[in-house]
């Protein structure tokens, strides 16, 4: 089933308009066809006319005619044009071109007067449109009924026609060509409405505007109106959840405070099993708080970015927190990124993902984090490189075939990015991991 509006309205309008025109088509034919078969009549009895006309009585009682028939085609032995005069008493006159063939007639109308059209077998084998009338002829007691048929060839009409069929035929396809072509901008200019309704969604979902805009038909309004309030609720159910979740995580940070000072406190006090074992539960719970904190900020997916974001300043901003970080501040930060270099992420879900990157780069480099950025045919790709003690060869390879689920806890790499996996599966990024043969861990995001 085509699903496309404009191909099922192209196959809809090339049948209706093919059956139509053939449709019409038969009609001309048939038209030009009765048209022209009455102007043959009318040209038959005018034959018939002046036949009758031209009919006289011999002292002998015979029929006769005074004068030939006009038409040449009545002496040129089966011209295709022929008469016949036939009485009650068994008189037969006929034109030289039936040469010696007698015209079986139907039936005779008894009635003078009477005009009639028929069809009969003419000389070989041929069909002759035959018209008749019926007239009282004679005075007196010498006065009989004569029966005058002039017919011809039906051979001419069904040759004009079929030249009829064939001329016309051109004129139709021009015209479907021309209806079809009428038909395809009517469609365009009736889809442009759905075609901005379409560019204005595309809007709302890359965060360019929040609703529908614009003026639209009469017959979009109600949808317009529906997809707008749709919009609005969902906005409001997102904003609701992730206050919700800040909410909780926010209360969840003064108990764990608690918990981690009672820890401490037991911890001082000798109690060091117990101490430590809440602190490590304590420790656990707020780093499983702030990484859903962290996740209820991001997007949900790729369409609903508020904008794209520039690489270099979100980079420059974060290299600036960890410069003052006891693990940054020794480091050399190299940063090759060019100021016009965009992707298509949200500001905030950038900085997240640049954010956990360079936070492990400064956790494990030596001396300096080079962080490089290039476009190429494919995109925009993003190299962050240190110069620490890299990953072991069997866990890179391990996290390669488990489709790189990065768990916090790795150990010999404090690469524990499940938000950097989160938003790489959100946005649907490419990120390679690969260590340097110079030492050190090399990440690639592909955007």
């Given amino acids: 089933m085509m699903r496309s509006i404009r191909a099922r309205f192209v196959v809809l309008s090339l049948v209706s308009v093919g059956l139509l025109l053939f449709l019409a088509g038969l009609v001309f034919v048939d038209l030009f066809g009765r048209s022209l078969e009455r102007r043959v009549v009318e040209e038959l009895d005018r034959h018939t006319v002046e036949v009758i006309g031209n009919l006289r009585l011999t002292p002998q009682g015979a029929l006769s005619l005074s004068e030939r028939a006009q038409d040449s085609r009545f002496q040129e032995p089966l011209g295709g044009l022929y008469w016949q005069v036939t009485d009650e008493r068994g008189a037969l006159l006929r034109s030289p071109s039936l040469w010696d063939t007698e015209l079986a007639l139907p039936a005779a109308e008894a009635d003078p007067g009477v005009q009639r059209q028929y069809t009969l077998s003419g000389p070989e084998d041929t069909v002759l449109l035959a018209h008749e009338r019926v007239v009282s002829f004679g005075t007196g007691s010498d006065t009989r009924i004569v029966r005058t048929v002039v017919a011809i060839d039906t051979a001419g009409l069904v040759a004009a026609s079929r030249a009829f069929t064939v001329d016309i035929i051109p004129y139709l396809a021009i015209l479907a060509i021309l209806l079809v072509g009428l038909s395809l901008l009517q469609l365009t200019v009736g889809l442009r409405p759905l075609a901005r309704l379409n560019r204005g969604l595309h809007r709302v979902r890359s965060r ?240």
């Fill in 208 to 447: 360019q505007a929040e609703r529908l805009e614009g003026q639209f038909p009469t017959e979009l309004d109600a949808t317009v109106e529906a997809l707008n309030r749709l919009l609005d609720e969902q906005q409001r159910a997102i904003d609701k959840a992730r206050a919700r979740a800040a909410d909780l995580a926010h209360g969840l940070k003064t108990p764990l405070t608690v918990l981690s000072n009672d820890a401490q406190t037991l911890i001082e006090r000798g109690d060091s099993d117990l101490g430590g074992e809440l602190a490590h539960i304590a420790q656990v719970m707020e780093a499983h708080v702030q990484r859903e904190l962290t996740l209820s900020r991001i997007a949900t997916n790729r369409t609903v970015r508020r904008d794209d974001s520039f690489i270099a300043p979100t980079v420059a901003s974060i290299v600036r927190t960890l410069r003052r970080t006891p693990n940054g501040e020794h480091l050399d930060w190299i940063m090759d990124i060019r100021d016009d270099i965009k992707v298509p992420l949200d500001r905030q879900d950038l900085g997240e993902l640049l954010g956990n990157i360079l936070e492990n780069a400064a956790k494990w480099a030596r001396t300096s984090v080079l962080i490089a950025a290039r476009s190429d045919a494919k995109g925009r790709v993003l190299t962050i490189c240190d110069d620490g003690p890299g990953v072991a060869d069997g866990m890179l390879d391990q996290l390669s075939t488990r489709g790189l689920r990065l768990d916090l806890q790795t150990p010999g790499h404090g690469l524990g990015l499940s938000i950097v996996q989160e938003i790489v599966e959100v946005y649907g990024l490419e990120i390679k991991l690969r260590n340097r043969e110079t030492g050190g861990l090399e990440v690639e995001l592909h955007f």
